[in-house]
């Protein structure tokens, strides 16, 4: 499928058409942690996946950005993938494709996070080279994450 793909910098217009399914992708209410903000003054540092036969037809977000305080680290706030087309490369091309531009920019690591229960996420990371931590009450009290890191590129 990746070679398959149209992949772009996200712009603040692709926000309604992410947040649109959001949340039956994700597989549960994503809330704040996707919010049009994001799209509009962090969107270019992100990643539009679509159809390249049908380049309407989004398949893929990543939402990520370069660290104001780590200027070598590169962080993926979040990523998305139609759920009918897991496992075919659409998330490894979304990350690459960050990783390279982010790279490009000076960027050494990139990192993101995973529930712990997220045992896919955590096995998706984990495929692409990437090796986590648990941190309790990383997100808030209770809100344990695995914060997942590697050096670029990808």
């Known amino acids: 499928m990746s070679d398959e793909l149209m992949l772009r910098p996200l712009t603040g217009a692709d926000f ?6 959001a949340d039956e992708w994700f597989g549960h209410p994503v809330g704040l942690t996707m919010h049009r903000l994001f799209f509009e ?16 037809r989004m ?5 990520g950005l370069r660290s104001e305080i780590e200027p070598d680290l590169a962080y993926v ?4 993938v139609d759920p009918s087309l897991r496992g075919r490369g659409v998330g490894r091309a979304l990350y690459v494709d960050f ?3 982010m790279h490009a920019r ?3 690591s990139i990192r ?6 997220r045992v896919g996420s955590r096995r998706f990371h984990e495929a692409l080279g990437f090796a986590g931590r648990e941190e309790p009450d990383y997100v808030g009290p209770g809100q344990d994450r695995v914060v997942y890191e590697r050096r670029l590129p990808i």
Do not use: I, K, N
């Open 16 to 21: 309604s058409a992410a947040r649109e399914v």
């Open 106 to 108: 000076g960027c050494t």
């Open 77 to 80: 706030h979040f990523h998305m």
């Open 99 to 101: 990783g390279e531009r």
């Open 59 to 63: 398949v893929g977000v990543l939402l």
């Open 112 to 117: 993101a996070l995973a529930a712990p229960d």
């Open 41 to 56: 003054q962090l969107g270019a540092s992100g990643v539009y996946a679509a159809d390249a036969a049908r380049p309407e």
